[in-house]
T-cell receptor
Framework: AQKITQTQPGMFVQEKEAVTLDCTYD???????LFWYKQPSSGEMIFLIY??????QNATEGRYSLNFQKARKSANLVISASQLGDSAMYFC???????????FGRGTSLIVHP | DGGITQSPKYLFRKEGQNVTLSCEQNLNHDAMYWYRQDPGQGLRLIYY???????QKGDIAEGYSVSREKKESFPLTVTSAQKNPTAFYLC??????????????????FGPGTRLTVL
């Protein structure tokens, strides 16, 4: 069974609008961390944001925020005020308990239109 | 500024050849990883290492080999036993304990990748 599910293979958004990229996860471990990475066409994976399972507040990093709904096991990435440079693949990942190895979703391709 | 380097950026392999992909980091990270990325499949773990001279197989280790003789280096060899090696290969590293200003969440830092094509 997939531990990380990203159901949107592709998303389109107008420049300056907000966009939400979906991520659901599956774990029985009460301690886990959730990550989002961006992969531009150059190929390098860039860390964006982290949410711990015990964090009381949703994580934010600049224009990125994580809509963490623990009961629904979802960790959606919200990008506010989209920019053309946000066009990329976005990957959600989860690391459980004592493991230091994350599991990645299949990614969502985001295209920002001018 | 610290980071991860991978070389070469593009690599072409003939049938039956072994090729080695280089990965070097100067972040003083203990853990290093190799991933394979195919279109539409996300990242799949090939090998990982927590400490020098020790490494473990990931989900798709068949046809690959690694070594970890130095903390900074984790080369990946794609052997002739790997029947479908054409893919994008990413190397990553991470700290194993929090406290670093970078890597505060023990997140992975990735290199720029190597694109391997079989001729």
């Amino acid at each position: 069974a997939q531990k990380i599910t990203q159901t949107q293979p592709g998303m389109f958004v107008q420049e300056k609008e907000a966009v939400t990229l979906d991520c659901t996860y599956d774990t029985s471990d009460p301690s886990y961390g959730l990550f989002w990475y961006k992969q531009p066409s150059s190929g390098e994976m860039i860390f964006l944001i982290y949410q711990g399972s015990y964090d009381q507040q949703n994580a934010t990093e600049g224009r990125y925020s994580l809509n963490f709904q623990k009961a629904r096991k979802s960790a959606n990435l919200v990008i506010s005020a989209s920019q053309l440079g946000d066009s990329a693949m976005y990957f959600c990942a989860m690391r459980e308990g004592g493991s230091y190895i994350p599991t990645f979703g299949r990614g969502t391709s985001l295209i920002v239109h001018p | 500024d610290g980071g991860i380097t991978q070389s070469p950026k593009y690599l072409f392999r003939k049938e039956g050849q072994n090729v080695t992909l280089s990965c070097e980091q100067n972040l003083n990270h203990d853990a290093m990883y190799w991933y394979r990325q195919d279109p539409g499949q996300g990242l799949r773990l090939i090998y990982y290492s927590q400490i020098v001279n020790d490494f473990q197989k990931g989900d798709i280790a068949e046809g690959y080999s690694v070594s970890r003789e130095k903390k900074e280096s984790f080369p990946l060899t794609v052997t002739s036993a790997q029947k479908n090696p054409t893919a994008f290969y990413l190397c990553a590293s991470s700290p194993l304990t929090s406290g670093y200003s970078r890597g505060a969440y023990n997140e992975q830092f990735f290199g720029p990748g190597t694109r391997l094509t079989v001729l």
